[in-house]
């Protein structure tokens, strides 16, 4: 299937490794060209070196009031157009509600969700027809997961906006989607199963909980990113799609 990404030019923030890298990874492998984004200098380097020509670095925190200008002009600035993004951002600390700080929130509330709305708003103003903003959002949209209280709070919200962002978008022929990933096998996913005293068993009794019985792989989390991405998904818009494995319970 031809999804038609050939030349067209996303930004892809958090890019750098997990979720981001492999839709990063998966954009360029279908012909589309990319800026990606992170905090780390030599990351961003290295991640648009092993991308390849159609890959660039810059680096930069969602968090950051200037970061969706300095993204959208890369964009521009080097492959001369700029068709969409994907804002993906590390997962905010860990923590049940009497572990969590006003500093950890207040933080987490800069990058996972003001920075994500800044660069929606930016990019909403430089986007034409076909363009698409994506957000790589979490399974916790639907239904909070133990022990992550602040992703619990922020992620749903940002869902809303997104799906508000939509029906604004739709009469321009700018598309808005989200991304739910379950228990894919990621450094962060790797991460929260450590916290446990017996990492192993946490994995395993996660898994069969998850129809599939198996965790999902960070490339196939990317493809599906990748083709919401793109032309061939037109008349998708305003929807939260979970790759999970079947792992929620509702419809």
């Known amino acids: 299937m031809d999804l038609g ?23 360029v492998a279908d012909g589309a060209k ?14 648009a070196d092993a991308l390849g020509p159609n890959a660039v670095g810059v680096a930069v925190d969602n968090a950051d009031p200037e970061a969706a200008a300095r993204l959208i002009g890369a964009a521009r600035e080097n492959f001369g157009r700029f068709n969409g993004v994907l804002i993906s ?9 009497a572990d969590n700080t006003d500093e950890q929130w207040q933080a987490a509330f800069e990058s996972v969700f003001l920075g994500a709305v800044r ?11 076909g363009g698409v903003i994506g957000f790589v959002l979490s399974g916790s949209v639907y239904e909070p997961i133990p022990g992550l209280t ?7 919200g940002l869902a ?19 991304v739910l990933p379950g228990r894919i096998d990621t450094d962060r996913v790797r991460q929260l199963d450590g916290l446990s005293a017996d990492p192993e068993a946490t994995r395993a009794a996660s898994e069969s909980r998850i129809p599939l019985r198996r ?9 599906v990113a990748a083709f919401l991405m793109s032309p061939a998904a037109s008349y998708l818009t305003g929807v939260m799609v979970p790759v999970d494995g079947g792992a929620r319970h509702g419809f």
């Not at 990404?5 to 954009?27: H, I």
């Open 5 to 27: 990404l050939k030349d067209r030019v996303y930004v892809v923030t958090g890019a750098t490794r997990g979720l981001g890298n492999a839709s990063a990874r998966e954009l």
């Open 34 to 47: 990319v800026v990606v984004s992170g905090r780390d200098d030599k990351s961003v380097a290295e991640t």
């Open 89 to 97: 951002v590390g997962g905010p600390p860990a923590g049940f509600v």
């Open 119 to 129: 660069l929606a708003r930016a990019a909403a103003s430089e986007l034409e027809a």
């Open 150 to 156: 602040i992703s619990n709070g922020l992620r749903p």
């Open 160 to 178: 809303g906006f997104a799906k508000s962002l939509s029906e604004e978008l739709g009469p321009r022929g700018i598309r808005v989607v989200g």
């Open 215 to 223: 965790y999902g792989a960070p490339e196939e989390f990317g493809r």
